[in-house]
Every structure is written in C-alpha cells, then in structure tokens.
C-alpha cells in the first residue's frame, strides 16, 4: 500500500511543541514525514524545550526518528538547500504539506512565491499543484501585512490556522492546550486520533 506522506516544515515562530508534538502523531499514525526545520526554528527549539537537537539534517533525522520511535525509512529530514530532495519538485507524492508553527516571515516568503529555500519551494510547490497546504501562523498582535499575506494565500485555497487553542475541554496543562491546537491540525488532514474528546461527543 502507498504510504501516506506528508510534509511538515517547522520554522521560527515560538510554539515549536507543536511542531514536534505534531511530528509525534503523524509518526504514531504511520505517516512517512518529510521534515524540514529552519535555522530560526532550531534556536527556538533550543529555547523552548529541552530538546537537545543538533544541527544538520541527517543527525536530525536520527535523533528524531530515536526520540519518536519512528520506523526506518518513515522519517526524512532535509536541509535548506538540499534541492535534490522529493519536497523541491512537484513530482513528489506527499498529499499535503504543514508549516507548524509558521512564522510572519515565512508566512511572506510562502504568499509572495520566493521559494528561496526548500521550505518556502516546498510550499510552492504545493500551492502551484493545488494541493493541500495548512500554515500554523503565530504572531501577536498581527500586522496588515500579515493579515494581507493570510488573505492572499486563504483565497489561493490555503488553510490559514491561527495557534490559539481553545479552552472548552477545560485544560489544566500546557500538554492539553498543545493537544487542542496538534488535533485540529490532524482533523485538517484527516487523520484519526484521540488528543482531545470532540464537541459534544465527551458525555
Ligand atoms: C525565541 C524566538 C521566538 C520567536 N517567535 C516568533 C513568533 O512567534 N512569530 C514570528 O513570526 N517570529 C518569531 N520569531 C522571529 C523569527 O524566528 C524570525 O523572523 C525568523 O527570521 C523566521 O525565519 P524562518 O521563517 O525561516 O524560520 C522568534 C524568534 C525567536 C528567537
């Protein structure tokens, strides 16, 4: 059977817990994860978590696949200019692509069409095959331009998902709020999961 591929671009906005909380579940869903994390994002990782990630892909690759278990061969990791690699060309078979968290910057290089480095061209590539491209943007407040660069890329079919969780299922932890924002995103990809009971489905 064709394994279910998908991209995931983690980049330097704060929340990166849900990026890797993500990673998790796509990896526990059988999910072949093509995964790409920007400079900015590592420093983030850095700061936020006590994830003690190194610096090129292929250590990336192994350490992550180490900490979540992940399958051989289910877990790649590119580097920013490694333009050899499946994400660069929309001969590719991943079905959808997600940059979690998406920072304003990036949010800009992906409505302008930069495709600089293999993040921004993997997203590219996404928007100009019409497939399925999800932005976790994470900014406070939220510029015109930001709301603008969401705007342009919402009408090009883009899912546009703030990182707000809500607070209906009465978290008490940071793990729950992850777990709200980490489900919706999964919901988005049609992807099963347990994270959180659904709307009127917990009694
Ligand atoms: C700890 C930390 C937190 C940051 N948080 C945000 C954020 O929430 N949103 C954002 O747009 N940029 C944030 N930035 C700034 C971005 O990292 C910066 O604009 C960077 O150029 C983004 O590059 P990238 O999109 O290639 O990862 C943060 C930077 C650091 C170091």
Redesign the pocket.
Known sequence: MKPDRIILAI?????AQYGLRLLENLLDAGCEVYLMI?Q??Q??IA?ETNLDLPGRADEQQIFLSECFSAADNQLHVFGRDQWMSPVASGSNTARAMVICPC????LSSVANGASRDLIERAADVMLKEGRKLILLH??MPVSAIHLENMLKLSRLGVTIMPASPGFYHQPTTIDELIDFVTARILDQLHIEHTLIPRWGESQ
């Open positions: 980049t330097g906005a704060s929340g920007s900015p994002a420093v983030v700061t920072s304003s910057a990036t994470r900014e």
